[in-house]
């Protein structure tokens, strides 16, 4: 078999399994509905169609604006307790969506604690849904831009400091243009994230805050599959150019943070301390407040809420199942995606490496419909709820562990292979050990991930298959302060879930490139 053949063939099962899963549910959802493109003559489609670029574009900015100076300062500055900001800053991406829509009501919705103390209820305006973006992606944000400012050399920097340029216009005129990439890289998975957003803009907004995804799930649960099919193709079009500046933006790795770096002290501590405090408010203070509003009613502390939740016999099955839905969804994902890794890796194709891509182009949503449509006899089976979720965790695996790699010597894998090893010996002996850390944080992505997967889960779910997304989600459906503190108290038992199984599974290295 030609050298050059092998590569591919490692990437086929994967390559089949998103042919199967994606695409043909995606051409089938077009071609039954028709494509009504007159719907974006209108005026309501096209307002959604602007609602969703400017939600999207400006939590891009603002994560933009504070991530992009506190990356800078993380990278030049050593600062105690900076390793442990940054792995925290890894929880709220793992974070199920509908605890962060919880948290956030707790803090800001009408009967919210801030907007109790302040007087003033921004749950009817944007600034809730900002809000729920930047809690997500402000992190992504801060890590993507401390690894774009880590590939500038402190010597450039020294030698502007030197030639008499002041601190800021060395950073503007120095790391900021070198950093570059990255950052616009940053801004592009974060206008891409806060885009394709369902459960914020579904919980938070309604139909007055609906974006695309929203529509696109109202219009084919209403049988509107013209108008749906039309829908995902405009947000296809805007995904597909998101990401692919995204991958022409981002592939500079991600890299090394500067050793000996000097303390911080004068405004750059104060810098640090305030960006970094207002980045921990966003994106912690959700979280804590879901805790708290699951032990506290209206009359004070109490355990009555946990104490139902854990009574209740339905709890054990939720966990099971979404314990069980997620592990199975792992193991796949973790399969395909080191096999597909492997080959794109050995091919060194580009087209391999957009391919990994795929599925975080797609909405969860439509797929689900696309599912619906293609494969009638499998409707409503585990197997293709775990297709789904398998499909949503395969690009976390592969973008973790592609890059490790990309940065593992040739010699080593040669110097195996002279040794009398053969390819397969100096995989498992070499290439395995080395890029297991990276394996092992895209799997604690992957997993904590699916383990709050919410969109896919709402259309292809039957009651015995619940999780502790849909549980959640039905409690908030009903009316009453008993309901919403149960909610809190399952939101914050799938918080505790997604935050073990991911500091479990990780090996340090949870990255996404």
Known sequence: ?????????????????????????????????????????????????????????????????????????????????????????????????LVAVLGLSALLGPQGVLTRLSGLDVSDTPVLLILGNLFFNLPVMVRLAYGGFSRVSPSLIGAARS?????????????????????????????????????????????RAATLEVEIYQSASQLRLPEASALIVGQLVLTLLATWAYVSLGRGGTGVPAAGLPRARGGALAGLLVLGGLTLLICFAPLLAVAARGILGAAGPTLGYWTAVLADPETGLLVGNTVRFAGLALLGATLLGGLFALGAWRAGSRLLDLATLLPLMVSPVSLAVGYLLAYPALTATLPMLIAAYTLLALPLVVRSLLPALRALPPRLHEAARTLGASSGGAHRTVTFPLTLPALRGGGALALATVLGEFGATLVLTRPEWATLSTGLYDRLGRPGERNLGEACALATLLLLLSTAAFTLLDGGAGEVT
């Open 1 to 97: 078999m030609p050298r050059n053949v092998r590569p591919y063939l490692l990437a086929l099962p994967a390559l089949l399994f998103t042919l199967f899963f994606l695409v043909v549910p995606l051409v089938r959802t077009l071609r039954e509905g028709g494509i009504n493109f007159t719907i974006w003559e209108g005026a309501y489609f096209q307002g959604r169609l602007l609602w969703t670029l400017a939600q999207a574009g400006a939590t891009a900015l603002l994560a933009l604006l504070i991530g992009a100076p506190l990356a800078y300062l993380l990278s030049r500055y050593s600062l105690p307790g900076k390793v442990l900001f940054l792995r925290l800053l890894l929880l709220p991406f793992v974070t199920p969506t």
């Open 163 to 207: 030639l008499g340029a002041p601190a800021w216009r060395a950073a503007l005129g120095v790391a900021l243009p070198l950093a570059l990439p990255g950052l616009a890289a940053g801004a592009v998975l974060v206008f891409l994230y806060s885009a394709l957003s369902f459960g914020l803009p579904l919980a938070l907004g309604g139909e």
